[in-house]
């Protein structure tokens, strides 16, 4: 029996026992995986200048399998005639490169890392180390910074602070919502620890963003087991305030920009 195709990304081609993924995330890494579930038997994966390659191989390694006993009920039971089932993972021997990460893998792979079989350190010569946290007016002016080492009250008591401006939008089922929005730039360094001398010789990093909260949850995931979003931060572009970079965020995600509420909510949450 033939294995299925295997999915990486949305960009797949498929060549025989070959995969190939153009416009991956970009790291670099070696990883031999034992597959499970819907992809059984190994694979090889090298990940690379946003591709990535798989090769799909004999059953080399298992998967790692866990046997569980289940609470059923005394007729499930007698239906299954058993009690138990496989909790089963991938195991995953290999190390990945991403973002200043290596990341090394010697087994199990369970999304839990008080189980997972893997070790990760990180690359101080390659990391950017947060500095500046800064919030502005209604009108795009400074209200306040927030640098290394203040005080985590502090922190929250400006930011529950800072102006903010209320927004009605239609979502792409009709509802109405209100979302809250504030302005705020986040500015890194480069290096940490033994390496923060390397920020003398590479530009900082400073991205304004517009933080938005939303009423109630918002998107085509809303009321499933999976959610809607209920707020969240987008890059503002040069020249844009609170309305104007709300409004193109509209347009991109099939929302109907109304305006401002009736009543005005520019106090504190």
Not at 65 to 77: P, Q
Not at 89 to 112: C, K, M, P, S, W
Not at 175 to 202: D, N, P
Request: charged residues 30%; glycine residues 8%.
């Amino acid at each position: 029996m033939s294995r299925p195709k295997r999915r990486w990304s949305d960009n797949d081609r498929h060549f025989g026992p070959f995969t190939l993924a153009l416009g991956d995330y970009r790291q670099f890494s070696i990883m031999l995986d034992s597959g499970h579930d819907e992809y059984p038997g190994c694979c090889l994966r090298l990940r690379a200048f946003g591709a990535t390659l798989i090769i799909e191989l004999p059953a080399i390694i298992k998967p790692w399998r866990e046997k569980i006993i289940a609470g059923w009920d005394a007729a499930t039971v007698e239906r299954l005639r058993r009690n138990w089932y496989w909790n089963e993972y991938a195991r995953e021997y290999g190390f990945a490169l991403i973002e200043g990460e290596v990341h090394l893998r010697y087994g199990r792979q369970t999304n839990d890392s008080s189980t997972d079989q893997g070790e990760v350190w990180f690359l101080p010569w390659m990391q950017w180390r947060h500095v500046r946290h800064t919030l502005y007016g209604l009108d795009g002016f400074f209200v306040w910074a927030e640098l290394e080492g203040m005080p985590w009250e502090q922190r929250h008591e400006r930011t529950y602070l800072c102006p903010s401006l209320s927004f009605e939008f239609d979502d792409y089922d009709g509802e109405r919502i209100t979302a809250r929005t504030k302005i705020e730039e986040r500015e890194w360094l480069f290096g940490t620890g033994w390496f923060r001398w390397l920020s003398l010789f590479r530009r900082a990093k400073a991205i304004r963003s517009l933080d938005i909260r939303f009423s109630s949850e918002v998107g085509k995931r809303k009321g499933s087991w999976k959610g809607g979003t209920i707020g969240h931060s987008i890059e503002m572009r040069s020249g844009e305030l609170h309305e104007s970079a709300f409004q193109r965020y509209c347009c991109e995600h099939d929302m109907a920009f109304v305006g401002a509420p009736d009543h005005d909510e520019q106090e504190p949450e």
